[in-house]
């Protein structure tokens, strides 16, 4: 009994590391039964102020009065209520997550924000919008280091399909640049040699061992005012300042919040990433092109980098 319980749980797992269609409704159903959810997450985005009041800067700047804006990947709903006291008219909320979207509705309503900006609950990469409906302002902070994870190409195009944005609207942000550089990192951790996707999160990664070996080059600007092709697929070649080893590319991220506003890594946006390569011995002055290719929203599973050529 006991042993069927376990092989039970263990194939679980196993069907939900696939993430099949049927997977997903299913873990959206468990999280709609348990109520496991980030809420949690979007409260340390509240509480990282270079981060929230750099948006807050810029949305400020930028409204107007009689201007209809659209917060995407509301959260805490912080974004809305910066647009609603910046005196937009109209705020609309969009968040996919029912439970944090309960704590936007909350934060609005105690905030004497209830009655004018709406909440919507879905999900931004398929949502449809009444045809008339046109935004003068999208804030939209559903950002990552590169764009690999969190669906904020995806949502963007979803506007610009929908016909709901203009060469008019206003984009918060409104570019993404990201670079990348070669390097070595010190894999072993705990006596173990571990070789993966890694975060250096302020506060986190300052004992990490890592060396950039070559200059930083810009992988891909991607810029939300029209359509964006969610794959990316370029050959950037780097020199090399330091001789040694390379066994990672390293990504960072800079975020245009207007063409004067821009943030680079807070403590919960845009952390760099060192994501393994196959290991290659270097000299400096070396030129070495490197393929990256990846879907953006799709993960690091689907992040592939590799040095080409001799
Ligand atoms: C990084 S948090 C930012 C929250 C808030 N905008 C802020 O800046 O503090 C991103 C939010 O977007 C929501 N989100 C992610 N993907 C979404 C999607 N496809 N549609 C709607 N909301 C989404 C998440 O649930 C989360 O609340």
């Not at 590391?17 to 959810?37: G, V």
Request: charged fraction near 25%.
């Amino acid at each position: 009994m006991e042993e069927e319980k376990e092989a039970g749980a263990i194939e679980n797992v196993l069907i939900i590391a696939k993430l099949t269609e049927q997977t997903r409704n299913m873990s959206l159903k468990i999280q709609e039964e348990d109520a496991f959810s980030s809420i949690d997450c979007v409260g340390q985005c509240l509480i990282d102020e270079v981060r929230t009041k750099a948006f807050e800067k810029a949305i400020k700047r930028v409204t107007k009065p009689d201007w209809t804006a659209l917060d995407i990947g509301t959260g805490s709903g912080i974004m809305a209520l910066f647009a609603a006291r910046s005196g937009a008219k109209n705020v609309f909320a969009v968040e996919y997550d029912p439970c944090v979207a309960d704590i936007a509705r909350e934060n609005f309503v105690n905030n004497g924000f209830g009655d004018k900006i709406n909440l919507i609950i879905g999900d931004a990469r398929d949502l449809k919008f009444k045809n008339n409906i046109k935004f003068d302002l999208v804030i939209m902070e559903m950002l990552t280091t590169g764009m690999i994870d969190e669906f904020q190409v995806q949502a963007v195009n979803n506007l610009h399909k929908q016909k709901v944005v203009f060469d008019s609207t206003v984009f918060i942000p409104c570019v993404q640049e990201t670079y990348i550089s070669l390097a070595e990192m010190n894999f072993s951790m705990y006596d173990f040699e571990m070789k993966m996707v890694k975060h250096l999160w302020h506060g986190l990664s300052e004992n990490q061992n890592y060396s950039i070996k070559s200059e930083s080059k810009l992988l891909n600007s991607v810029s939300f005012g029209s359509a964006i092709n969610e794959k990316f697929n370029g050959i950037i070649t780097l020199k090399i300042d330091k001789s040694g080893v390379v066994n990672c590319v390293h990504i960072s991220s800079k975020t245009y919040l207007t063409d004067k506003i821009v943030i680079g890594d807070t403590e919960t946006l845009n952390a760099p990433v060192v994501v393994p390569i196959a290991e290659r011995h270097v000299k400096k002055g070396d030129e070495l092109n490197v393929h990256v290719s990846y879907i953006f929203g799709k993960g690091f599973q689907n992040f592939k980098a590799e040095i080409i050529g001799k």
